[in-house]
C-alpha cells in the first residue's frame, strides 16, 4: 500500500527529547531554539528524515513549529489542527493558536527580560526572519544564527532521499522545458534582474518537466535551480537522481552536485530574484545586497494550467470518480459495525491501484467516522481505527497521483441513520459549495474576495468551520499549489485555467464532521444576455465526479436553483462513469443520482 498506519510519533516520547533538547540550548548557549515543519525546500511536505517537529513533539500536521525555551515549549498551529495536537502532544508542550498568537508576541511574553533564539538559516524563510526580528525590536530578544540542535540529538535520524527522477512527457505537460525556460528567462531579463533563486520542489520540477518521489505522496524530487536571464538553468542534485531519465535534461540545464548551491549563489553576478516567502534566510545572506525581492517566478505561470493539463485533470478525475464510486457503492453494502476506517482506506486504495496510470495516492487518506471525523486532517492509526457504527458519519478525503492529473475529492457518508442536526448540519455545507460552483465574478477578483459565497448558509445558522474554503491543486505535482487560494488572506486574482479545491466543511469536536470536495477549474464565464458588455466575469467548471450522498440531504432546505443544479451535476456523474464501472456499481450509481 502507500498509505501505513503505524503509530510515527507518541506523546510520552517528547519529554525526554525535550530534556536532550534543552542540554543542547545550555552547551550553545541559547535561550530559545526555533523547530520548523519546514526543511532547506520550503515545501509543504517533508521527508522522514525533516520530520524534526513531529519526531520532538508527537504533533504530524502538515503546517506548525514549535519554539523551545528553557521553561516553556510552545507548539503552534491553525485552526485545521486545534482538535489533532491536543492528542499528539505531551503536557510538556502548549498548544498555541497561531496565527491569532504570533511567535514573536509568545516571545516576548515568555522572556520579559529578553534573550538569544537560535534557528537554522536552513529551515526558516528570510521574509520570515526579516517580520520576526523587526517585531522584536527593542525586545532585547536576538534571533540567532546556528546548527540545528534537532539534528544533533537525533539520533536514528533517516538519510537523505535519492529517489531517481523521471521525465514528465510534453504532450502532458502542454510546453517544452526549453519553452518555458526561454518564456520565464525573458520576464527575468525586461525586469532588469540576471537571475533567480528557486528552491521549491515543484517549481523547478514543472520548469524542467521532470517528477520525483523523494517526498511521500508528492512527484518531486528534492533539488535547487538557479534560473538566469540568459535562459540558463543551474540545476543542483544528487546525481545519482539522475541516472533513470527517459529524456535528456534540456540543453539549457547544467546540473551540479547539491553542495555547490551556496558556492555558485556567491558567483552570481547583479540583481538577483528572490522569493523571500520560500527561499531560505541562509540564501539572502549570502546574496547580500544583490537581492531583489518577489515572487518564485514559476508560481504564477504553474498555477495557470495550460489546455494539455487541463485535459489530463480533467481525464483523471474521470477515472478517479469511478474509482470512488466503486468503494462508495461496496460501503454501502456492508452493514453497520462490520467495517473499519482502515478497511475503507484500503479498499479505496485497491480500486484506485486497478488505474494503470496511478503513481501514488496524493495524500494519506482522511477516513473518519464518528468523532474522529471533526479531525480535519485525521490519518487513521491501528490504534485509533474505529469501526462505522449506525448514526455515524464517514468523511472520506482522498486522492491519487496520476500520470495526467491529481486528484483530491471528499464525500460524507451516512452509516446506518443519520441524525437529524448532521442533516441539516451537511445540507448548509452542500448549499455552501452549490453557491461556489455557481458563482460568476468580476475578473480581477482574489480568493479573499469571493470566499465567504461557501460559507454563508452556515454563517446563517451560526456555524463556521476552522480552514480555508479551498486551495490550489498541480498538475500530477502537489495536491496543495499555490499561490492561488480560496481564503480570507489570499489577494492573488483568480485566472482562468487556475485549478482549486471547493471543500466546505462543519466539525463537531467529540461527535462528528462534514467535508464535501470538488475541484474547479476557472473558465472565462461565457456571456448572458443581461450581462454589461464592458465587463469580463469568470466562472467554475467541477472536475470532481462523484454522487454526493441524498441520505444527508433534507430536501426542503434546498431552492429550485440548488436542487437544479446537483440534477444537473448528478447526470453528469451519471453519464461520464458508467461506462467504467462494474455492474454493481452501475446499479449503485443509478439510485445515488436519482433526481432530489
Known amino acids: 500500500m502507500y498509505q501505513s498506519f503505524d503509530v510515527t510519533a507518541r506523546p510520552e516520547q517528547g519529554p525526554p527529547r525535550l530534556a536532550l533538547l534543552r542540554q543542547a540550548m545550555v552547551q550553545a548557549q541559547l535561550d530559545g531554539f526555533l523547530v520548523p515543519r519546514a526543511d532547506a525546500h520550503q515545501g509543504e511536505y517533508v521527508a522522514p528524515r525533516d520530520e524534526r517537529l513531529a519526531w520532538l513533539t508527537g504533533f504530524t500536521g502538515s503546517a506548525g513549529f514549535c519554539a523551545i525555551l528553557h521553561q516553556s515549549a510552545g507548539v503552534f498551529i491553525d485552526g485545521r489542527y486545534r ?3 491536543k492528542q499528539q502532544v505531551a503536557e510538556a508542550f502548549t498548544p498555541v493558536p497561531w496565527p491569532e498568537v504570533s ?3 509568545w516571545l516576548k511574553e515568555q522572556l520579559p527580560q529578553g534573550g538569544k533564539v537560535g534557528f537554522d538559516p536552513w529551515l526558516h524563510a528570510a ?3 526579516a ?8 525586545s532585547g530578544i536576538e534571533l540567532v544564527q546556528c546548527d540545528n540542535l534537532v539534528d544533533q540529538i537525533w539520533t536514528d535520524q533517516p538519510a537523505a532521499p535519492v529517489q531517481p527522477l523521471t521525465s514528465h512527457p510534453e504532450s502532458l505537460a502542454g510546453e517544452s522545458a526549453g519553452a518555458k525556460i526561454e518564456r520565464l528567462a525573458q520576464t527575468l531579463s525586461t525586469s532588469g534582474q540576471s537571475a533567480a533563486v528557486i528552491t521549491l520542489p515543484d517549481s523547478i520540477m514543472w520548469l524542467l518537466n521532470l517528477r520525483g518521489s523523494d517526498v511521500a505522496h508528492n512527484p518531486v524530487g528534492l533539488c535547487f535551480a538557479i534560473l538566469h536571464a540568459s535562459a540558463r538553468v543551474d540545476l543542483f542534485v544528487a546525481p545519482e537522481k539522475l541516472l533513470h531519465l527517459d529524456t535528456p535534461l534540456d540543453p539549457a540545464v547544467s546540473p551540479h552536485a547539491p553542495d555547490r548551491f551556496l558556492e555558485a549563489i556567491g558567483q552570481l553576478n547583479g540583481t538577483v530574484l528572490v522569493d523571500q516567502a520560500t527561499v531560505p534566510q541562509i540564501v539572502v545572506d549570502r546574496l547580500g545586497d544583490r537581492v531583489q525581492s518577489g515572487s518564485d517566478p514559476c508560481l504564477l505561470p504553474k498555477a495557470k494550467k495550460n489546455q494539455a493539463e487541463i485535459a489530463g485533470s480533467a481525464a483523471a478525475h474521470i477515472r478517479d470518480g469511478a474509482a470512488v464510486v466503486e468503494v462508495l457503492a461496496w460501503l454501502d453494502n ?9 478497511d475503507v482506506v484500503k479498499k479505496l486504495e485497491a480500486f484506485r491501484r486497478q488505474d494503470d496510470q496511478l503513481r501514488e495516492i496524493s495524500f494519506d487518506t482522511i477516513a473518519g467516522t464518528g468523532p474522529n471525523g471533526a479531525i480535519m486532517h485525521y490519518r487513521v492509526t491501528e490504534e485509533t481505527n474505529a469501526t462505522l457504527q449506525d448514526g455515524h458519519l464517514l468523511v472520506l478525503d482522498s486522492g491519487g497521483q496520476y500520470l495526467d492529473g491529481t486528484t483530491d475529492i471528499t464525500r460524507t457518508v451516512a452509516i446506518g441513520t443519520p441524525g437529524d442536526e448532521e442533516r441539516a448540519a451537511f445540507t448548509r455545507v452542500l448549499q455552501g459549495m452549490i453557491a461556489m460552483s455557481r458563482l460568476r465574478w468580476p475578473r480581477g477578483l482574489a480568493g479573499r474576495d469571493i470566499e465567504c ?5 452556515l454563517w446563517l445558522a451560526e456555524q463556521d468551520f476552522n480552514h480555508g474554503l479551498g486551495h490550489g491543486v498541480g498538475a500530477y505535482l502537489s495536491v496543495h499549489e499555490g499561490p492561488q487560494r480560496l481564503s480570507r488572506t489570499s489577494a492573488i486574482p483568480l485566472e482562468e485555467g487556475m485549478i482549486l479545491s471547493n471543500e466546505p466543511g462543519y466539525y463537531r469536536e467529540g461527535a462528528f464532521g462534514i467535508r464535501i470536495e470538488n475541484l474547479v477549474v476557472v473558465d472565462k464565464a461565457p456571456a448572458l444576455p443581461s450581462g454589461d458588455a ?3 466575469f469568470l466562472s467554475w467548471r467541477t472536475l470532481t465526479l462523484a454522487p454526493i450522498d441524498q441520505r444527508l440531504i433534507v430536501a426542503d432546505m434546498l431552492s429550485k436553483d440548488e436542487k437544479d443544479w446537483l440534477n444537473l451535476y448528478h447526470s453528469t456523474v451519471a453519464e461520464l462513469l458508467t ?5 454493481s456499481a452501475k446499479a449503485w450509481l443509478v439510485k445515488a443520482t436519482q433526481e432530489i
Open 131 to 138: 517580520r520576526a526580528e523587526t517585531a522584536l525590536k527593542g
Open 334 to 342: 456492508q452493514p453497520a459495525g462490520s467495517l473499519t476506517e482502515i
Open 453 to 457: 459565497v461557501g460559507r454563508m448558509p
Open 83 to 85: 482538535t489533532q495536537v
Open 127 to 129: 521574509g520570515e526572519i
Open 103 to 105: 511567535l514573536t508576541d
Open 534 to 536: 464592458d465587463r469580463d
Open 579 to 583: 461506462p467504467l464501472l462494474t455492474p
